[in-house]
């Protein structure tokens, strides 16, 4: 059986992974022509991620899945003991990737390679975090939660409205999606 959380996960895990490797693709392209790369789209993504993953994503999954998951399949605990620390660090994690940025924009090519390398970092962790919920995580909940689980599920995430989703966004974000949109490399932008 389908469950709209499902969907919403793995299309907000989609949308995620296609900013973060524009992201990569964005400086690794700004290297090789040797300038800088646009800082303030860089911004724009940081911020995407800081708030729809951060803020929209994480918490339904800590505070719902999580939760419904160690009840029903205890062997679990350590890779979610794992995928919630991870959500714990991702604030700071997004804070201090944001720093290293600004270093790099306000003092130059000394601060480059930090910055390069934190985004690196990041990105390895992101994706390696994601493919967890998706190969451990997303099909013990198939097997292992009840109709009743889902009920709850669905109706939370279905209230999630990534704009990289497919979903309109609010007007008071607007302005932040075309930036990313206009000017980020594929797959995420037209850049």
């Known amino acids: 059986m389908r469950?709209?959380?499902l969907d919403v996960i793995r299309d907000e895990h989609q949308a995620l992974a296609a900013m973060l490797r524009s992201m990569?693709?964005?400086?690794?392209q700004a290297q090789r022509?040797?300038?800088d790369p646009d800082f303030g789209v860089l911004r724009a993504?940081?911020?995407?991620?800081?708030?729809f993953?951060?803020?929209l994503h994480h918490p339904k999954e800590s505070e719902l899945l999580f939760p419904a998951l160690r009840r029903r399949c205890p062997e679990l605990a350590g890779t979610?003991?794992?995928?919630?620390?991870?959500?714990?660090r991702g604030e700071a994690a997004i804070r201090a990737l944001a720093h290293a940025l600004l270093a790099y924009e306000v003092l130059g090519a000394p601060r480059r390679q930090a910055f390069v390398d934190a985004l690196d970092r990041y990105i390895d962790g992101y994706l390696s975090h994601?493919?967890?919920?998706?190969?451990?995580?997303?099909?013990?909940?198939?097997?292992h939660l009840t109709e009743s689980d889902w009920a709850a599920l669905d109706a939370a995430f279905a209230a999630n409205?990534?704009?990289?989703?497919?979903?309109?966004p609010d007007a008071v974000f607007q302005p932040l999606f075309q930036k990313i949109l206009r000017a980020a490399p594929a797959p995420i932008g037209l850049g």
Do not use: S
């Not at 990569?24 to 690794?28: I, K, Q």
């Not at 993504?45 to 708030?51: A, G, K």
């Not at 998706?134 to 198939?142: D, G, N, S, T, W």
């Not at 990534?162 to 979903?167: E, K, N, Q, S, W």
């Open 3 to 5: 469950h709209l959380a």
């Open 24 to 28: 990569h693709l964005l400086v690794a």
């Open 33 to 35: 022509e040797g300038h």
């Open 45 to 51: 993504m940081l911020f995407y991620v800081d708030e």
């Open 53 to 55: 993953p951060e803020r």
């Open 80 to 88: 979610l003991d794992r995928l919630d620390a991870d959500h714990g």
């Open 130 to 143: 994601m493919a967890a919920e998706e190969e451990e995580v997303l099909p013990a909940a198939q097997r």
């Open 161 to 168: 409205r990534d704009p990289l989703t497919g979903h309109p």
